[in-house]
């Protein structure tokens, strides 16, 4: 088994698309530590697991003990962490914070969202030794509306340049989300990192999408999301057999296993 690094996934642009998920806990990560290039602790977790309204609402130390886990239990991805929502307001506070979360979780590098705006943080941290992933497109943590983005020239202009922005600052990968299929291609052919889409088409270098999403375990779905299975109707007659054998006392079975 031979760990991903850096260097492949850099390799990978215009090659084998690379694939990515998003891992919260230790099955999780054991399983598709298998099959991914990156997983990603992403903020997502406080909806996802936690019922938070926004991604906005997670700290940091909940981040921490996830993304333990997840590196705990991956052997082969390149684990990424995405910073929390205000950990990176400037480049010192992106630094302590960063600095922190590798040291204490052993990830490989971490995702912070934004473009232009966050160029110079990006550049700081990358020169600290820090591997960063990018988060262009749709902001989870500051969009005011989670429209798909790039469908009117002076967005486009915007997003290209920030992709611009990132790739030059250093990053080694960008995810996009939610942007209209042309610009996703625009931006993969213009910078020479590789490009992760979600929401963002098949021009990509790779893909990344929400592990409940793809499970089937989420309440709502973006537009963009491919259900892989039905794990809540799954759990629910698992534990509705369950809810029926020991009430009918055919759970547990009838004979002594302490002999
Ligand atoms: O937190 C997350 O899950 C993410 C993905 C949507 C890329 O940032």
Known sequence: MQKVTIKKILNRKNKKPIVCLTAY?????????????????????????????????IKIETMILHAKTVKK???????????????????????????????????DAIKLEGGKKIASIIK????????????????????????????????????????????????????????????????????????????ASRNCDGQILVIDDMLGLSEHYPKFVKQYSNLKKIIEKSIKNYAKDVKLKRFPANKNIYK
């Open 124 to 199: 700081y941290l990358i020169s600290k030794k820090i591997p960063v992933v990018g988060h262009i497109g749709l902001l989870p943590q500051t969009s005011v509306n989670f429209k798909v983005k790039g469908k009117i020239s002076s967005q486009r202009k915007k997003i290209l340049e920030d992709a611009k922005a990132v790739s030059n600052s250093g990053a080694f990968a960008i995810i996009i989300e939610c942007v209209v299929e042309n610009l996703a291609k625009i931006i993969t052919k213009k910078i020479p990192i590789p490009t992760i889409g979600i929401g």
């Open 73 to 107: 239990f991956s052997k082969r991805s390149l684990v990424v962490f995405d910073m929390p929502y205000k950990t990176y307001t400037n480049k010192f506070v992106a630094y302590k914070n960063a600095k922190r979360i590798i040291n204490l979780t052993k990830c």
């Open 25 to 57: 806990s230790k099955a999780i990560a054991q399983i598709a530590d298998k099959y991914c290039d990156i997983l990603l602790v992403g903020d997502s977790v406080g909806m996802v697991l936690y019922g938070m309204k926004s991604t906005r609402d």
